[in-house]
């Protein structure tokens, strides 16, 4: 699976980020890329079934809070240093 980083994601669906230079529409449940289509001579993306145009992608976005990255970093942190003391790990460097 491709890695890619966000920054945006749409207001009523979370599980829609948008990349740093609103080039790309990744839905995170599934992995897969969103494709801009035409619908009525507007371009756009199919957003939860509801189709949204380019021309209101602003007005639908929100920027990924910092907080909500880092209480995900922090959460995964915790499960490793969880497993550190059932699977006899050391050094965790590596993940770093």
Do not use: W
């Amino acid at each position: 699976m491709i890695e890619i980083a966000t920054k945006y994601r749409f207001k009523k669906a979370h599980n829609y980020e948008l990349t740093e230079c609103k080039n790309m529409i990744v839905n995170t449940k599934t992995g897969r890329l969103v494709k801009i289509t035409e619908k009525k001579r507007s371009f756009g993306a199919y957003i939860n079934g509801k189709f949204i145009p380019l021309s209101k992608f602003n007005e639908n976005i929100e920027l990924i809070k910092q907080e909500t990255l880092n209480t995900e970093c922090n959460r995964i942190l915790k499960e490793i240093a969880s497993h550190e003391n059932t699977n006899n790990f050391t050094d965790f460097s590596f993940f770093l």
